[in-house]
């Protein structure tokens, strides 16, 4: 066995007990342990992790450990100053092109995955995934994994992916939006809710058949999508889930909970 000691900066101390948040610990390592390794076993998943500095130096997952090491794990890179060591290995998800910024959502995150939609982000989502499932989208698709289950994150093909603390869907959005900073890339309401695939704008005429009395009359500027046929309108639903965006965008304080249920299929301003 080997002794290292660890710190764990930022956020990534929620992922510890308590007796370890915020401060330097040692921890026993079995022979040949790699970074990756003892950070998983201490409870934080590698997707969690923006850099590693061994003994001052940068790091990456492999590397193995030796006696009287010390490990220093971040999460927001952008907090932190680095020497001359060289660059970085890691890409940065914060830095990854707006097309590249495409998520797979586990099955327990369908209203996150309903507001990334809202928001013009590419996320897949279906309530009978299974954690395989969701492994090979992430790994096929070049996918960043949403979850709340830190050891689905832990799995070694999982590259990217974000643990998603909050609990209520609009909480989540704004999370994720200052995580990896959204709000520059969001396009709303280019993609269908529902299908996640892009809408189009169409005549009011090849759909007023379709459309309920009071949002024909009231109404003129529709979008569809060509898969699942939903027609789309600036009703008090879209309204609202503007309201929602512009709130997290803008990073306002204050909580969220006028904006509960927004993700709701139950409310929406669409007619299939």
């Known amino acids: 066995m080997v002794t290292a000691t660890f710190r764990f900066y930022q956020e990534l101390g929620e992922f510890l007990p308590r007796d370890r948040r915020g401060r330097t610990f040692a921890a026993e390592c079995a022979r040949q342990s790699t970074t990756k390794h003892m950070i998983e076993a201490l409870g934080v998943p ?118 998603i603390h909050a609990l209520d869907p609009p909480q989540q959005l704004r999370e994720l939006f200052d995580r990896l900073d959204l709000a520059g890339g969001a396009r709303p309401f280019s993609l269908c809710l529902h299908c996640n695939v892009a809408l189009r704008e169409v005549d009011k005429a090849s759909v007023a058949a379709r459309l309920p009395e009071s ?11 060509d898969n699942c046929l ?32 927004v993700e709701s299929s139950e409310e929406s301003d669409f007619h299939p």
């Open 46 to 163: 590698h997707t969690e992790v923006e850099m590693v500095l061994v003994n001052g130096d940068e790091s990456g997952f492999d590397r193995v450990l030796e006696d009287g090491d010390h490990v220093a794990v971040y999460s927001r890179f952008e907090l932190i100053e680095v020497g001359p060591h060289g660059g970085i290995a890691q890409e940065r998800l914060r830095e990854r092109q707006r097309e590249r910024m495409r998520f797979v959502a586990d099955s327990h995150l369908g209203g996150l995955a309903r507001l990334l939609r809202m928001a013009g982000y590419d996320t897949l989502y279906d309530n009978h995934y299974h954690d395989d499932d969701v492994e090979d989208l992430a790994e096929n698709d070049d996918r960043i994994v949403l979850t709340r289950d830190r050891e689905l994150l832990k799995r070694r093909s999982i590259v990217h992916g974000c643990y």
């Open 215 to 225: 949002v024909g009359a009231l109404h003129d500027s529709f979008t569809i999508c």
């Open 230 to 261: 939903r027609v789309y309108w600036k009703g008090s639903h879209y309204k609202r889930m503007a309201a929602l965006l512009a709130a997290v965008a803008q990073r306002k304080e204050g909580a969220l909970e006028d904006f509960a249920d």
